[in-house]
């Protein structure tokens, strides 16, 4: 069991890795990347599209769809892939903010 002590020199010592905070900053704005593009996709459908509840839902939907059907696979790829087809991993990230057809600002 360790104690409070331990505990804090384990999770301070994080702080003095440079590549956990570039790792964590990168994180950080993906994710509050995504969350806001998010509302703000739903915000524009209503504003400028004028959609319908139905309409808002399937925009959501289909927003969610690409980090749902890739993660499996995007997960799975390292142990069957070489060292040089891992540089195509970010691909997964890349089609989850391709805007999807429909959506405000893209014609479709």
């Not at 057809?101 to 893209?106: A, F, L, M, N, T």
Request: net charge positive; charged share 15%.
């Amino acid at each position: 069991m360790s104690t409070p002590l331990e505990s804090s020199a384990v999770s301070a010592s994080l702080w003095r890795h440079r590549d956990f905070r570039r790792y964590l900053t990168g994180q950080t704005s993906s994710v509050a990347g995504s969350s806001i593009s998010s509302m703000a996709l739903r915000v524009l459908a209503v504003l400028q599209r004028n959609a319908t509840t139905g309409q808002v839902a399937l925009v959501a939907f289909v927003g969610q769809l690409p980090p749902a059907l890739l993660a499996l696979h995007a997960g799975a790829l390292p142990r069957t892939v070489t060292s040089a087809a891992r540089k195509l991993l970010p691909v997964e990230e890349y089609a989850s903010s391709v805007p999807k057809p429909g959506s405000p600002g893209r014609p479709g």
